[in-house]
Protein backbone atom coordinates (compact mmCIF):
# COMPACT_ATOMS: atom_id res chain seq x y z
CA UNK A 1 0.00 0.00 0.00
CA UNK A 2 1.38 3.99 -0.96
CA UNK A 3 -0.03 6.61 0.28
CA UNK A 4 0.47 9.81 -1.30
CA UNK A 5 0.62 13.45 0.08
CA UNK A 6 0.79 16.28 -2.51
CA UNK A 7 2.05 20.02 -1.22
CA UNK A 8 3.08 23.66 -2.53
CA UNK A 9 0.40 24.58 -4.79
CA UNK A 10 -0.61 28.12 -4.59
CA UNK A 11 -1.57 31.14 -6.03
CA UNK A 12 1.05 32.75 -8.02
CA UNK A 13 1.51 36.04 -11.22
CA UNK A 14 2.41 34.68 -14.38
CA UNK A 15 5.70 34.09 -15.11
CA UNK A 16 6.52 33.13 -11.40
CA UNK A 17 7.49 29.48 -10.10
CA UNK A 18 6.49 26.79 -7.98
CA UNK A 19 7.82 23.32 -6.87
CA UNK A 20 5.29 20.96 -5.34
CA UNK A 21 6.41 17.84 -3.62
CA UNK A 22 5.03 14.56 -3.58
CA UNK A 23 5.44 12.91 -0.34
CA UNK A 24 4.84 9.01 0.15
CA UNK A 25 4.70 6.22 2.86
CA UNK A 26 5.16 2.64 2.46
CA UNK A 27 8.64 0.55 1.81
CA UNK A 28 8.12 -0.16 -1.58
CA UNK A 29 6.97 3.32 -2.77
CA UNK A 30 10.97 3.05 -4.36
CA UNK A 31 9.61 0.50 -7.08
CA UNK A 32 6.79 2.61 -8.52
CA UNK A 33 7.56 4.78 -10.81
CA UNK A 34 5.35 8.49 -10.53
CA UNK A 35 3.35 10.92 -12.28
CA UNK A 36 2.06 14.18 -12.14
CA UNK A 37 -1.54 14.98 -13.70
CA UNK A 38 -3.56 18.06 -13.49
CA UNK A 39 -7.40 18.86 -13.87
CA UNK A 40 -8.68 22.11 -14.62
CA UNK A 41 -12.06 23.09 -14.24
CA UNK A 42 -14.96 21.59 -16.71
CA UNK A 43 -11.74 19.68 -18.08
CA UNK A 44 -10.61 15.91 -17.94
CA UNK A 45 -7.38 14.91 -16.06
CA UNK A 46 -4.41 15.09 -18.21
CA UNK A 47 -0.81 14.15 -17.99
CA UNK A 48 1.81 16.41 -17.02
CA UNK A 49 4.73 14.68 -16.52
CA UNK A 50 5.94 11.01 -15.04
CA UNK A 51 9.60 9.44 -13.85
CA UNK A 52 10.62 6.01 -13.96
CA UNK A 53 10.86 4.10 -10.37
CA UNK A 54 14.74 4.01 -11.28
CA UNK A 55 14.54 7.94 -12.02
CA UNK A 56 16.81 7.06 -15.03
CA UNK A 57 14.08 8.60 -17.73
CA UNK A 58 11.59 11.18 -17.11
CA UNK A 59 8.70 12.21 -19.57
CA UNK A 60 6.84 15.33 -20.39
CA UNK A 61 3.19 16.90 -21.96
CA UNK A 62 4.33 18.91 -24.51
CA UNK A 63 2.46 21.99 -22.71
CA UNK A 64 5.08 22.03 -20.37
CA UNK A 65 8.47 20.75 -21.68
CA UNK A 66 11.31 23.10 -20.74
CA UNK A 67 9.16 24.80 -18.20
CA UNK A 68 8.40 21.84 -15.44
CA UNK A 69 11.14 19.41 -14.10
CA UNK A 70 10.26 16.00 -12.27
CA UNK A 71 12.52 14.43 -10.12
CA UNK A 72 12.37 12.27 -6.95
CA UNK A 73 14.61 11.88 -3.88
CA UNK A 74 14.39 8.24 -2.93
CA UNK A 75 16.19 9.11 0.85
CA UNK A 76 13.78 11.70 1.36
CA UNK A 77 11.01 9.15 -0.37
CA UNK A 78 9.18 11.88 -2.68
CA UNK A 79 8.67 13.25 -5.79
CA UNK A 80 8.74 16.79 -6.59
CA UNK A 81 7.68 19.17 -9.69
CA UNK A 82 9.72 22.10 -10.28
CA UNK A 83 7.44 24.09 -12.65
CA UNK A 84 8.99 27.43 -13.92
CA UNK A 85 7.29 30.25 -16.61
CA UNK A 86 4.38 29.51 -14.93
CA UNK A 87 1.07 30.24 -17.29
CA UNK A 88 -2.70 31.07 -16.45
CA UNK A 89 -3.32 28.06 -18.43
CA UNK A 90 -1.28 26.19 -16.12
CA UNK A 91 -4.40 26.25 -13.57
CA UNK A 92 -5.52 23.40 -12.54
CA UNK A 93 -5.16 20.95 -9.49
CA UNK A 94 -2.21 18.70 -9.51
CA UNK A 95 -2.43 15.30 -8.49
CA UNK A 96 0.58 12.74 -7.90
CA UNK A 97 -0.06 9.28 -8.68
CA UNK A 98 2.19 6.01 -8.62
CA UNK A 99 2.20 3.01 -10.86
CA UNK A 100 3.83 -0.21 -10.92
CA UNK A 101 7.56 -0.31 -11.96
CA UNK A 102 7.48 -2.31 -14.45
CA UNK A 103 5.42 0.66 -16.07
CA UNK A 104 8.06 2.53 -18.36
CA UNK A 105 7.25 3.88 -21.64
CA UNK A 106 5.55 7.12 -21.98
CA UNK A 107 2.60 5.79 -23.83
CA UNK A 108 1.66 3.29 -20.50
CA UNK A 109 2.96 6.35 -17.91
CA UNK A 110 1.19 9.59 -19.71
CA UNK A 111 -1.98 7.31 -18.97
CA UNK A 112 -3.71 7.60 -15.79
CA UNK A 113 -5.50 4.37 -16.20
CA UNK A 114 -1.99 2.66 -15.04
CA UNK A 115 -1.84 4.28 -11.70
CA UNK A 116 -2.95 2.60 -8.48
CA UNK A 117 -2.57 5.21 -5.89
CA UNK A 118 -3.12 8.77 -5.96
CA UNK A 119 -2.86 11.47 -3.78
CA UNK A 120 -5.69 13.80 -3.16
CA UNK A 121 -4.25 16.85 -5.55
CA UNK A 122 -3.25 20.51 -4.62
CA UNK A 123 -4.97 23.28 -6.49
CA UNK A 124 -2.21 25.98 -8.25
CA UNK A 125 -3.70 29.39 -9.63
CA UNK A 126 -1.93 31.46 -12.05
CA UNK A 127 -3.03 34.68 -12.71
CA UNK A 128 -1.83 37.33 -15.83
Known amino acids: QVQLVESGGGSVQAGASLRLSCAAS????????VGWFRQAPGKEREFVAA????????FYADSVKGRFTISRDFAKNTVDLQMNSLKPEDTAVYYC?????????????????????WGQGTQVTVSS
Open 51 to 58: IRWSGGST
Open 26 to 33: GRTFSSYA
Open 97 to 117: AAAPGYSTSYFTLSNSDGYNY
